[in-house]
């Protein structure tokens, strides 16, 4: 990639985040043998916003989005999504309170009836 590629994420500034990004999808374009326009017109984009973005200058996130579709590139999002996950105590809590057998059913009622003479 280029010598943005190799900054410290923690450090950077935003606009060098910005930068960064209009790299990542210069570099992915380039490597899918695309041009400005055709990766424009596939994201539904005009050229010269491509451009801007490619510099750090245009930041939209839907931009980005585009991009990242056209590029087939969209699964990169997938570090975004929140997952529910139960820690190890919370799962034994919850095999705990599952059924492990059927219980009897109770036979001895409140009004029993009475026992016969014979």
Known sequence: MTEISYINIQAAS????IRTLG???????????????????????????????????NTSLLVFIQLLRALKLLRLLQQFEIKE???PLQLAKIEQSKKTRA???NTKSKNPEPKSDW
């Open 14 to 17: 935003d606009s060098a985040l």
């Open 23 to 57: 790299a990542f999808i210069k570099h992915h374009r380039v490597q899918q043998n695309k041009s400005q326009a055709q990766l424009a017109k596939e994201a539904g984009i005009v050229r010269s916003t491509l451009s801007l973005f490619e510099r750090g200058e």
């Open 85 to 87: 996950e139960l820690s």
């Open 103 to 105: 219980r009897r059913k």
